[in-house]
Each structure stands twice: as C-alpha cells, then as structure tokens.
C-alpha cells in the first residue's frame, strides 16, 4: 500500500487517522488536530483534505489542489520527482533511469497528470512496441524494443504515477 502524507494506520486497532499540522501558535509551539478510527486510509484522506480545507488554516494546500488540477506530467516530472527521485536511488540507477525518463515518456508531457488514463498507457506501450531501437537504425532488419525493456518503462512511469498519487495530485495510479 502506498504510504499517504500525514495519514496512519494505528498498530493496534489497524483503524486508519490522520494528523493535520495547523501551524504555530505564538509560542512557536506545533498546532496538531488528529482525527481517529477510519476503516479506510482513502476515506481518511478524503476526510483530511476536508478538514484542512474548511478550517481555513492551510491556504497553501487549496492553491496546490487547484494547480495541481492544471498541472502536466511534465511539470510534475520535473518540479516534484525528480528531487524526490534523485535521493531515493543509488546515483547510477538515477543515471540510467534519466534517459528511460526523458526520451521514452515524452508521450505523457503535453497531458495534465489529472486527466492520464490506462487508455492512454495502453496507447503509449503499443507505440513503444513500434519503436525500433538504437542498433537496428544502423542494421537494415529493424528490431523493436523487447517486451522486457517496455515492462521496465512501464514500471518507472508506475513510480512517478505512485509518487503522483502520494503527493495527493491524483486519486489513484491508473
């Protein structure tokens, strides 16, 4: 299950919270609201974003939602994952993953991460499929990328989608 920004599954009730940070108070102390016994960790999410939202104490939150209805998968790919990304692998596997990330889901970059659908990942791996690779450009039979390598693809755009839905810019990874 994928782990959701300030919501928490209780170890001994396995009853799902979340703890809302509010900010300071004038003593410079935290300002926390925890909310307690949901059967869901979607359903204390859903009551969260409420929370912050009609308590007024996050104005930020409300301008990241509406941007992040705008936001495209590019601008998600560079302004958000890739710091992330970069921090949680090794240097070379970042390395390799660069090119995977660059050059093989420009598809994706034009479309807000909002409105990307499995249609759309089905229509982008048959594409893929299609494409010949590097070596077959200098051969005269063309070979086509392997079931292997489009798997692999596949699985980074998993990742970002992951991370997309842990940051809270879309319900669920299609």
């Not at 596949?154 to 990874?173: P, Q, S, Y």
Request: positive net charge.
């Amino acid at each position: 299950m994928v782990k959701i920004k300030n919501i928490y599954q209780d170890k001994q009730t396995k009853k799902w919270y979340f703890r809302a940070h509010l900010g300071t108070d004038e003593d410079g102390r935290k300002i926390q609201k925890t909310k307690r016994g949901f059967e869901s960790q979607r359903e204390a999410k859903k009551v969260y974003d409420k929370y912050l939202l009609t308590h007024g104490f996050n104005e930020s939150l409300s301008n990241q939602i509406s941007s992040a209805n705008q936001m495209t998968f590019e601008e998600f790919y560079r302004v958000w994952f890739v710091s992330w990304y970069e921090k949680q692998v090794k240097p070379q596997t970042y390395e390799n993953a660069q090119f995977i990330f660059e050059k093989k889901m420009r598809y994706f970059y034009h479309m807000k991460i909002k409105d990307i659908s499995s249609q759309d990942i089905e229509d982008w791996m048959y594409e893929l499929s299609q494409t010949a690779t590097r070596s077959s450009k200098k051969q005269e039979k063309i070979t086509t990328l392997s079931k292997n390598y489009i798997n692999r693809i596949l699985g980074h755009l998993k990742i970002i989608l992951a991370r997309a839905v842990n940051e809270g810019l879309i319900e669920r990874n299609p």
